[in-house]
């Protein structure tokens, strides 16, 4: 089973400012990760896919880069809305497995 | 419009059986893969189950044997029936639909499943 080992558990920033997310692999997935926003009492929602395309909806501000082993999502400008949980996902090897997730809160 | 809705949490007690539904509107299931995740209370989501376009399944190691997911296209209906139920079964379980094989961009608002006596 692939691991997924996200950093740091929890982000604390304020709105307008840049945000970073990282995501490890415990073996390479190539570009086959993907990452989710989920809010409080919210199903998950699919942000980026292929570690660097966007989702249909997903706002140009959201970014990911990365392959093999080394993920990071990139918030450019937070805005209040953005402040949740994040998890990333990997499809390259079953069973699928997701990240322990990064807490995105208000400074 | 586009929704999935799931029906059938409930309290159970260990060693009991549910089966959820995940009701499909706005599209036709038919040719679409689909899955469930769970998220325990507090908890990060965990993958579950999914299920190709013509049945063929897949499973987590902490459910095979127990859990039996599956579909009907004409109904836009996936089932997941899960037998021999744990207190660790205990969680939210979503019904998702399956961008390209496999991230999951359509999510129903999950059903509560609650093992205990």
């Known amino acids: 089973e692939i691991v997924l080992t996200q950093s740091p558990d929890t982000l604390s920033l304020s709105p307008g400012e840049r945000a970073t997310l990282s995501c490890r692999a415990s073996q390479s997935v190539s570009s086959y990760l993907g990452w989710y926003q989920q809010k409080p009492g919210q199903a998950p929602r699919l942000l980026i896919y292929d570690a660097a395309n966007r989702a249909t909806g997903t706002p140009a501000r959201f970014s990911g880069s990365g392959s093999g082993t080394d993920f990071t999502l990139t918030i450019s400008s937070l805005e209040p809305e953005d402040f949740a949980l994040y998890y990333c996902?990997?499809?390259?090897?079953?069973?699928?497995?997701f990240g322990g997730g990064t807490k995105v809160e208000i400074k | 419009e586009v929704q999935l809705v799931e029906s059938g949490g409930g309290l159970i007690q260990p060693g009991g059986s549910l089966r959820l539904s995940c009701a499909a509107s706005?599209?036709?299931?038919?040719?679409?893969?689909m899955g469930w995740v769970r998220q325990a209370p507090g908890k990060g989501l965990e993958w579950v189950s999914a299920i190709y376009s013509d049945g063929a399944a897949a499973y987590a190691d902490s459910v095979k044997g127990r859990f039996t997911i599956s579909r009907d296209n004409s109904n836009g209906t996936v089932w997941l029936q899960m037998n021999s139920l744990r207190g660790e079964d205990t969680a939210v379980y979503y019904c998702a639909k399956v961008l390209l094989p496999w991230y999951f961009d359509l999510w129903g608002r999950g059903t509560l499943v609650t093992v205990s006596s």
């Open positions: 706005g599209f036709r299931i038919s040719g679409k893969y």
């Open positions: 996902q990997q499809r390259s090897n079953w069973p699928l497995t």
